[in-house]
């Protein structure tokens, strides 16, 4: 993608989403934080399911450290690698109560101490939570960037670095949640939706996917 090509791509994507949102349910830092824990490897949907039943009894890593191990996994269960995380998360919980006073910390290098919480988890908080310009790369927006052409890259963080250089700073804030949101409705991973896609003119992808009627009439 040239880069004459990227003002006009993500202000195509931000006029069809002016506010872009994270799908998972959060009300709290502190709900965010333990949501994207349980995310990894997790769909947003599968997560939410869960918190809606967890979040209004245990919303505090008090609250969460007194729910206890077993009825914590009791409460994720249906989320994958639901045991792992749950120790993490209850482990975290102890770590902000012990070190920062029970609240989310807001640097990187003490929200990637906690358990669980990678470069992908800290840049959501810090962006999420706190407004912060960080780019946190997940599966579809390493696939995007790297099928448009908008910052190619071998792993998550090279493309991160990448797009922290490239996307204009007008819309660096959200432009995690629109490339996101646009991996996993339109630039899907087998067949992306070109023939749908509003910012297609300006993507390197060839040759585009065409409409499901003409892909039939081709084979016909």
Partial sequence: ?????????????????????????????????????????????????????????????????????????????????????????????????????????????????????GRKTANVVLNVAFGESTMAVDTHIFRVSNRTGLAPGKTPLEVEQKLLRRVPAAFLQNAHHWLILHGRYVCVARTPRCWECAVARWCDYRPKTPAPAKRAAGRA
């Fill in 1 to 117: 993608m040239k880069r004459q090509d990227i003002e006009p791509f993500f202000a195509t994507l931000a006029a069809a989403n002016p506010e872009p949102r994270t799908e998972l349910e959060y009300s709290t830092p502190f709900e965010l934080l333990a949501a994207v824990l349980l995310s990894a490897q997790a769909t947003d949907v599968g997560v939410n399911k869960a918190t809606r039943v967890l979040f209004p009894v245990a919303n505090t890593p008090q609250a969460m450290l007194d729910l206890g191990l077993e009825r914590l996994e009791d409460h994720i269960k249906t989320i994958g690698l639901y045991r792992s995380k749950a120790r993490n998360l209850l482990e975290t919980c102890r770590i902000l109560l012990e070190r920062h006073g029970g609240e989310v910390p807001r640097s990187r290098e003490e929200l990637e101490a906690l358990p669980g919480v």
